[in-house]
C-alpha cells in the first residue's frame, strides 16, 4: 500500500535538487504562480537547487529563463531541459546525423532538433525520415496535415509529450497531446513519446545537475507523478495548477505522489507523518476517514486536512472500498 510520507526537516533540506515543473507550478501563461517565487528564493537559500523540467516544447530554454525572470525567479539556460530537448535526444539516439526530420511545432523544438544534428524540414514532400510533434501556439491544420502525409509515407512519429491541457492565465488550453491525437486519429500510429511521464527526462536532468537526493516537483499526477515514480523519485505535489485536492485523494497507485503541499513554499515546511489509529488517518491535527465510501475531515490546518483526508481515501481503495468522486468533500482552500 504506497502512502504519504513525513519529513521531520523541511524538504529543502533532505534533497538536494529539485526537478521542477513549470506550467501551473511557477506560472500560468504569463501570469506568476502566487508564492511560487517566494518558495524558490526561501528553497535555495536553504541549499536546495533547482533544475526545471517542463513538457512545454515551444521555448528554447533561453527564452524560458527569461519568461522565469518575467515572474520574478532566476535561473540560467543550464537549469531548464525541456520536452524539446529530450524529443530531439531520441531522434539522435534513433536516426542518422543529417536526418530530415519534418518538426511541427514552434522555436524551442526547431533549435533543439538542430542541435543533434537533424535537418528542420516542414514538408512531407522534403522526404523526412520522421515527424516530431511539440506544442506550439500557431501549430495549425496545414502542419497536422504535413505530419499526416509524411506519417502515412512511412515516417517515424515522435512527440515531445502528450499533455492533453495547458494551463494558461485564462483557463485550461488544448496541449501537444490533444493536437497529437489528431494525427494519431488520422494515420493510426501512435507516437513515441519523450516527455513525462517517461522516465528519461527526469534521470538526464538529475545527471545534469549532479544531482543525488533529486525531488520531483509538479502540480499534475499523470506527468509529474507518474514520471516521479517511474523514475523511482520522490515527488512533492503541489496545489496551484492541473490536479485538485480531490484528484490526488482518487490517485491510482501509480500516481500518488510522496508529499502534498499547498505551494512551493512547501520546499522550506517540514511534512507531518501521517497515522492511523481506530479507523482514523491522522496527519498533525488532521483527522480523516472514510466509511461506507464517504469521507469525513476534521481538525487541524487545510493542507493536514488534505494530507489527512488523501491517506484515508488511498487506504479505503486499496482495501477495496469503492469511492465516489462526489462523495470525497475537500476542505476549501484559504484565500491566497
Not at 101 to 116: C, F, M, P
Request: proline share 7%; net charge negative.
Amino acid at each position: 500500500m504506497s502512502m504519504l510520507s513525513g519529513a521531520a526537516s523541511p524538504l529543502a533540506e533532505v534533497y538536494d535538487v529539485a526537478l521542477t515543473d513549470l506550467d501551473g507550478v511557477a506560472f500560468e501563461g504569463t501570469r506568476p504562480v502566487p508564492r511560487a517565487a517566494e518558495g524558490i528564493e526561501r528553497a535555495r537559500a536553504a541549499g536546495l537547487r533547482f533544475c526545471f523540467v517542463t513538457n512545454n516544447a515551444s521555448r528554447p530554454p533561453s527564452a524560458v529563463v527569461e519568461h522565469l525572470a518575467s515572474v520574478g525567479i532566476q535561473a540560467a539556460d543550464a537549469d531548464v531541459v525541456t520536452a524539446s530537448q529530450a524529443g530531439a535526444a531520441m531522434l539522435a539516439r534513433d536516426l542518422r546525423a543529417g536526418s530530415r526530420v519534418l518538426v511541427v511545432g514552434a522555436a524551442g523544438l526547431i533549435e533543439a532538433v538542430e542541435e543533434v544534428g537533424m535537418v528542420p524540414v516542414f514538408s512531407a514532400e522534403d522526404s523526412p525520415v520522421a515527424v516530431i510533434q511539440g506544442f506550439g501556439p500557431r501549430v495549425d491544420w496545414a502542419s497536422l496535415a504535413e505530419a499526416t502525409y509524411a506519417i502515412g509515407g512511412g515516417a517515424a512519429f515522435y512527440a515531445t509529450n502528450l499533455d492533453k491541457t495547458l494551463p494558461t492565465e485564462r483557463g485550461f488550453a488544448p496541449g501537444n497531446g490533444s493536437l497529437v491525437a489528431a494525427v494519431r486519429s488520422a494515420t493510426g500510429v501512435e507516437p513515441v513519446s519523450a516527455g513525462k511521464p517517461e522516465p528519461g527526462i527526469f534521470w538526464a536532468a538529475a545527471e545534469r545537475m549532479g544531482a543525488r537526493r533529486p525531488l520531483v516537483v509538479g502540480d499534475r499526477l499523470d506527468t509529474d507523478v507518474a514520471g516521479a515514480r517511474a523514475a523511482g523519485l520522490a515527488c512533492l505535489m503541489v496545489l496551484t495548477g492541473v490536479n485538485t485536492p480531490r484528484d490526488v485523494a482518487m490517485a491510482a497507485p501509480r500516481e500518488r505522489p510522496t508529499y502534498i503541499g499547498a505551494d512551493l513554499c512547501a520546499l522550506t515546511e517540514s511534512h507531518p507523518q501521517p497515522a492511523e489509529r481506530a479507523g482514523w488517518w491522522m496527519v498533525g491535527d488532521a483527522h480523516a476517514r472514510v466509511v461506507g465510501g464517504a469521507a469525513t475531515v476534521t481538525g487541524g490546518t487545510w493542507i493536514d486536512q488534505v494530507r489527512a483526508l488523501t491517506c484515508a481515501a488511498w487506504a479505503a481503495a486499496d482495501a477495496g472500498t469503492p469511492l465516489a468522486p462526489e462523495r470525497i468533500v475537500c476542505p476549501d482552500p484559504p484565500p491566497r
